[in-house]
């Protein structure tokens, strides 16, 4: 659902909180299709995860919602702020990389509630369908569990519903309704970047 405020400019987006138990049984990592493998976290990976995560969500829904992931420069600045914070989980943040090139990205997060905070799930839209985002995200699942977390939690923007089923599926459920407000004029290509919202 999406609504507006033409007075003010501003678009409302309906977003979904969701979580997900990590105590409860979970299903283990798929191994990844043939040619596709995965890259750990490493401080000098930050400029690729932000490259993939731009070219994830330039496109797509979130790019409107959250202008940065549309830029890579935004991405960079994403990435810097994520793998800066004192709860960053590197055992949660991976690649996966296409014959060497990176086409997936995952980043988790730790809050001060002892549980794990998805920040961002992408795919290039070139190798959609084949169940990386199931992959990352256990892959990330099984990161926070690894790092002594008992819950893992993700916001969603309710129009992806191919995301909120891939949720669904994995354990996810929704908690609670939220509305991010976009200035609609700010998200225009040549608008400068909008600060980072964080929520944990």
Same mark, same amino acid.
């Given at each position: 659902?999406?609504?507006?405020? !033409?007075?003010?400019?501003?678009?409302?987006?309906?977003? =979904?909180?969701?979580?997900?138990?990590? $105590?409860?049984?979970?299903?283990?990592?798929?191994?990844?299709?043939?040619? =596709?493998?995965?890259?750990?976290?490493?401080?000098? $990976?930050?400029?690729?995860?932000?490259? !993939?995560?731009?070219?994830? =969500?330039?496109?797509?829904?979130?790019? !409107?919602?959250?202008?940065?992931?549309?830029?890579?420069?935004?991405?960079?600045?994403?990435?810097?702020? &994520?793998?800066?914070?004192?709860?960053?989980?590197?055992?949660?943040?991976?690649?996966?990389?296409?014959?060497?090139?990176?086409? +997936?990205?995952?980043?988790?997060?730790?809050?001060?509630?002892?549980?794990?905070? &998805?920040?961002?799930?992408?795919? !290039?839209?070139?190798?959609?369908?084949?169940?990386?985002?199931?992959?990352?995200?256990?892959?990330?699942?099984?990161? =926070?569990?690894?790092?002594?977390?008992?819950?893992?939690?993700?916001?969603?923007?309710?129009?992806?519903?191919?995301?909120?089923?891939?949720?669904?599926?994995? +354990?996810?459920?929704?908690?609670?309704?939220?509305?991010?407000?976009?200035?609609?004029?700010?998200?225009?290509?040549?608008?400068?970047?909008?600060?980072?919202?964080?929520?944990?």
């Amino acid at each position: 659902m999406i609504a507006s405020d !033409v007075q003010q400019g501003l678009t409302y987006f309906k977003r =979904f909180r969701m979580e997900a138990d990590l $105590l409860a049984p979970m299903a283990p990592v798929p191994l990844l299709p043939s040619r =596709f493998t995965w890259l750990a976290w490493r401080d000098d $990976l930050l400029e690729l995860h932000a490259q !993939v995560k731009q070219q994830s =969500f330039s496109e797509e829904i979130d790019g !409107v919602v959250f202008p940065n992931l549309s830029r890579y420069e935004g991405c960079v600045r994403l990435m810097r702020d &994520i793998c800066g914070r004192p709860g960053f989980c590197g055992a949660a943040t991976w690649l996966i990389l296409h014959e060497g090139t990176p086409c +997936g990205t995952i980043q988790g997060i730790s809050n001060r509630g002892g549980g794990g905070v &998805i920040q961002n799930l992408g795919v !290039v839209a070139a190798h959609r369908g084949l169940g990386l985002g199931t992959a990352l995200l256990l892959k990330a699942m099984h990161g =926070f569990r690894q790092a002594g977390l008992g819950q893992a939690a993700l916001e969603v923007t309710a129009q992806n519903e191919a995301a909120v089923r891939l949720y669904r599926r994995l +354990g996810f459920r929704r908690r609670r309704t939220l509305y991010k407000a976009v200035d609609v004029l700010a998200a225009l290509p040549d608008a400068p970047a909008p600060e980072v919202d964080w929520w944990l």
